[in-house]
Every structure is written in structure tokens, then in C-alpha cells.
């Protein structure tokens, strides 16, 4: 029972998070993150995306106390004290990773933006995503464009994400919203 309201408390202050991030769409107020605009000189431009075509986001959250990491990290490096003992994976959620709370807002605004199969990672740094152009569109006011690079159909967003000022905080870097440039292995050895 006590953990069915600890739940629910993590629930509803995700809401309240997250309709409070809707409403900042009608007044403007909102957050850069780490993801630009992708390099995209080598590209032939082509058609701006339909709204109703697909994409898969994953979004990085940030850690909560990074200089505490820091110096748990630290420590355990230099070794030899009692101090130096490994974080758990529970230590981790209950110091550093970002909040129920904060995951749940996040959650409930990419739902409310359009998108679908959110899915979080064991450690809450990462929440996955499918939805669509005008989904991103929606959460993050980019706009998409196809381009053709080395042969190969791209897209691409052509200005930079924004999140609401919210999320400011809690929200790192939004991968996915390009295919333009991506990762090639080495050849030979």
C-alpha cells in the first residue's frame, strides 16, 4: 500500500511537471539543450518531412548531483578508505539519477506531444521514444528536412531543439532527430 502512494505521489507530480511544460508552449518559455543543428554541408537538401513520418528519439537526462558523482568517482580511484566502497545501482538511483518524478514528467509531456512506446532505462538516464515529425515538431520546435547524403535518403532537424524551460534541468540531449551523420566503422585492422 505505501509503495502504491509513493507511486502515485511520483504520478502526479510528473503531471503537474508535465502540464506545466504543455503550457509553456503558449508562452514562449523555453530551454536549449545540448543537441544543435547538425552538420549537414555534405547533404543535398530535399522536401521538408510530413508531419506523419516516423522517427525514434532517445532522450538523455541529466544526473542529478554531478559534482557528488564526481567525488564518489574520485574516491573510489584513489582507494584505500572506507569511503572508496563502489556505488550500487541503487545508491546511484537514489543519489544521482534523475527523479521518478522528474522521469515521469518527461514522460507524460512526450505523450501529450504526440509520442508513442516510451520506454525508460533501469539507470533513468535515457527514456526512448517512437513518434513522428510533427511529434518532434510538437515537443521540441524543430523542423524536419529530408536530405540525401553519399547516396542514402537522411533527415535532419534544420534548427536547433528547444524543451520547455521546465525541463531545462533535467533534459541533456534529444538523439534522433537526424540521420545526416552517423557512425562508420574503421576500415581494415
Not at 511537471?17 to 523555453?30: L, M, R
Not at 524543430?142 to 531545462?168: E, K, W
Request: hydrophobic letters at 45%.
Amino acid at each position: 500500500m505505501k509503495r502504491w502512494v509513493i507511486t502515485c505521489r511520483y504520478l502526479f507530480a510528473g503531471l503537474l511537471v508535465a502540464a506545466q511544460a504543455i503550457n509553456a508552449h503558449a508562452d514562449g518559455d523555453w530551454a536549449s539543450v545540448a543537441t544543435g543543428v547538425p552538420d549537414v554541408h555534405l547533404a543535398k537538401p530535399g522536401e521538408m518531412m510530413r508531419a506523419d513520418e516516423p522517427l525514434h528519439i532517445s532522450i538523455s537526462l541529466k544526473i542529478r548531483d554531478e559534482a557528488g558523482l564526481d567525488m564518489s568517482i574520485s574516491k573510489a580511484e584513489v582507494g584505500g578508505s572506507a569511503a572508496a566502497t563502489p556505488l550500487t545501482s541503487q545508491q546511484f538511483l537514489e543519489r544521482f539519477a534523475p527523479t521518478e518524478s522528474q522521469v515521469n514528467a518527461v514522460i507524460s509531456y512526450l505523450n501529450a506531444s504526440g509520442f508513442k512506446n516510451v520506454t525508460v532505462a533501469a539507470n533513468r538516464l535515457i527514456v526512448g521514444a517512437d513518434g513522428s515529425a510533427g511529434a518532434a515538431a510538437t515537443a521540441f520546435h524543430v523542423s524536419m528536412r529530408h536530405f540525401t547524403v553519399g547516396g542514402r535518403n537522411a533527415y535532419a532537424n534544420i534548427n536547433a531543439p528547444l524543451v520547455p524551460a521546465q525541463f531545462g534541468n533535467i533534459i541533456l540531449s534529444i538523439a534522433g532527430l537526424q540521420t545526416v551523420n552517423v557512425p562508420h566503422r574503421l576500415k581494415g585492422g
